[in-house]
């Protein structure tokens, strides 16, 4: 069976690591208390982690764009295959419309995002009072579907693996020798 490339193998993985931690992270800043050193450290963690989630994978998307992935195989139903690049095409969305909404939600509460405390990110909106909840609602809408899309994904995978044993899973796994 074909794999995807090296650079996508990367990407994909690099990008998983990433989302899982600054979801994670979200859950544990916000689950603070207060006011506190250790939040405001962890609230610049995680814009830092969404603005690199962004970057990452618009460089993903572009290496997508200009590489075929490997086809699934011929025993795989139609079904099957229409509702995974469904879910991939909700996961690249998710994959800008998170950070995306983070950052607007940032700028809607009158606070730059600076990248890692030194590249001011452009301020595309003014601070908006009204806008900050829409934004902030949507921002974490959008994190809970991402969530569950990512953990319908990982449990599509496993069942490739452990089940059809198609070699599906194995196409996008690191240090394979086939």
């Keep these: ?8 193998i990367a990407l994909h993985w690099l990008l998983a690591l990433l989302i899982v931690g600054t979801f994670t992270l979200g859950l544990v800043m916000t689950d603070i208390p207060g006011l506190t050193p250790t939040k405001l450290r962890y609230f610049s963690w995680h814009k830092w982690a969404g ?58 509460a009158g606070v730059p995002v600076v990248y890692f405390g030194l590249w001011p990110l452009p301020a595309l909106i003014e601070a908006d009072a009204a806008l ?38 194995q196409r996008m796994l690191p240090f394979q020798t086939k």
């Design 51 to 108: 603005v690199t989630v962004l970057a990452l994978a618009t460089l993903r998307l572009l290496w997508r764009l200009r590489r075929t992935p490997p086809a699934y195989p011929a025993t795989m139903p139609a079904w099957q295959s229409r509702a995974a690049h469904a879910l991939h095409a909700l996961l690249y969305l998710l994959m800008f419309g998170v950070p995306l909404s983070g950052y607007f939600y940032s700028l809607a």
């Design 1 to 8: 069976m074909q794999r995807y490339s090296l650079p996508a």
């Design 132 to 169: 900050k909840p829409v934004l902030g609602a949507l921002h974490y809408w959008l994190n809970m579907l991402l969530a569950a899309l990512v953990a319908l994904h990982v449990l599509a995978a496993f069942k490739h693996l452990l089940i059809d044993r198609d070699g599906i899973m």
